[in-house]
């Protein structure tokens, strides 16, 4: 393990096994009473000394295994020496479990075990409970100690990355959130100018036009009257201007019938298909984002709620209306039930909200098992409509 990713808790086990190890093979070197066994115990720790510094050993597994082979051989050698070297297996339980993968590392700490057993009893030592029971006893110890460890290290991994995810989600939604707070403020503001500066200018023209045809040619004020009317007219112009600055970024790329089209396009969901009916003529903006809106959240309903299989949306243009059809094959629902609730169910009042600030009207026309279809229609004004 990369030293520079221990928590100090992990610091700290990782020196006490670094001080459990040095303990034991001087315990084993001293108690051997001979040089040999003070030299081969030197030796294993010189050893384990070098890998736990190499780079290597921590960063790739056959470096690992190939350590634990220099390591485990300088022990045995220990271990035919002297019967005291028998206590060094159980840091060794620790590296093997910690360093190999699972598939060898528990036969490992098996043999471990085996060898250390085997070697006290072949120097001839008196054998007891404690000869078999002590190491087979530490190798369970430190198998489920690594295994607890590993399992709870798993689980705040998974924790983690659970936050992440959160925290990203959270950041995205609030992003949306921005980006839709954006856009229904440039929707009310273009609603503003046209409904207000812009229909005010209109009129203006309308009155300083009649004004105009009213007065005599020779009529001193029919100068002022007619920069008065050009003036409202370049006024009109530049709020209309401001409207389509502000128009939704789905209808920039072209008119309110390609922007539907996208709309139909394949995804999740069931299929939709678009069809237009009649002559298409130019709507104002605030018609066009609130057809576009009413879309968006039928066709947003459908997908959440109503398991269909297909849906239609037709655009409709007659002579003195224009009306938007969205009908499914989904499961259906009874409208007169639709309350708003804690999560969500304030499409419908929103879209009919839309309809009604145009001086249009919406229906929704549903039962259970029987799909759903919205329809809104909207007058055309006299200027479109002429």
Request: aromatic fraction near 6%; include cysteine; hydrophobic fraction near 50%.
């Amino acid at each position: 393990m990369d030293p520079r990713a221990l928590t100090p808790a992990l610091r700290v086990l990782r020196l006490c096994l670094h001080l459990l190890m040095a303990g034991l093979l001087v315990l084993a070197g001293v108690r051997s009473g001979t040089p040999a066994g003070a030299v081969l115990a030197a030796v294993t720790g010189a050893v384990y000394a070098a890998g736990s510094f190499l780079p290597s050993v921590r960063a790739s597994r056959r470096a690992a295994g190939v350590w634990l082979g220099v390591l485990g051989a300088s022990w045995l050698a220990l271990l035919w020496v002297t019967p005291e070297a028998l206590w060094v297996a159980f840091p060794l339980y620790f590296l093997q479990l910690h360093l190999l993968p699972a598939r060898w590392s528990l036969p490992s700490v098996a043999l471990t075990a085996v060898a250390a057993i085997v070697s006290y009893a072949g120097h001839g030592a008196a054998l007891n409970p404690g000869v078999f029971i002590g190491p087979l006893l530490g190798a369970a110890v430190a198998v489920a100690t690594v295994l607890g460890y590993q399992a709870l290290y798993r689980e705040s991994e998974r924790r983690r990355r659970l936050i992440e995810e959160l925290i990203e989600t959270r950041e995205e939604l609030a992003a949306a959130e921005r980006h839709a707070g954006t856009l229904a403020e440039r929707e009310r503001l273009a609603r503003e100018i046209h409904d207000t500066l812009a229909q005010g200018l209109s009129s203006i023209q309308l009155l300083l036009r009649a004004a105009e045809r009213a007065l005599p040619p020779d009529a001193p004020a029919a100068g002022h009257i007619e920069r008065a009317r050009r003036a409202a007219q370049d006024n009109l112009a530049e709020a209309r201007r401001f409207v389509r600055a502000l128009t939704p970024p789905d209808l920039e790329a072209g008119s309110l019938a390609a922007a539907l089209e996208r709309l139909c396009a394949p995804g999740a969901g069931p299929r939709v298909r678009f069809t237009v009916s009649g002559t298409p003529v130019g709507l104002p903006t605030p018609y066009e984002v609130a057809l576009l809106r009413i879309a968006q959240s039928a066709l947003a309903n459908t997908v959440r709620h109503a398991d269909a299989s297909r849906a239609e949306i037709t655009l409709s243009f007659m002579d003195g209306s224009v009306t938007l059809d969205v009908v499914d094959d989904g499961r259906g629902f009874d409208p007169a039930a639709v309350r708003p609730s804690s999560e969500g169910g304030f499409g419908l009042p929103a879209m009919r909200s839309r309809a009604q600030s145009l001086g249009g009207t919406f229906t929704v026309e549903s039962a259970p098992g029987q799909g759903t279809a919205v329809a809104v229609s909207l007058p055309l004004p006299e200027e479109v409509g002429t």
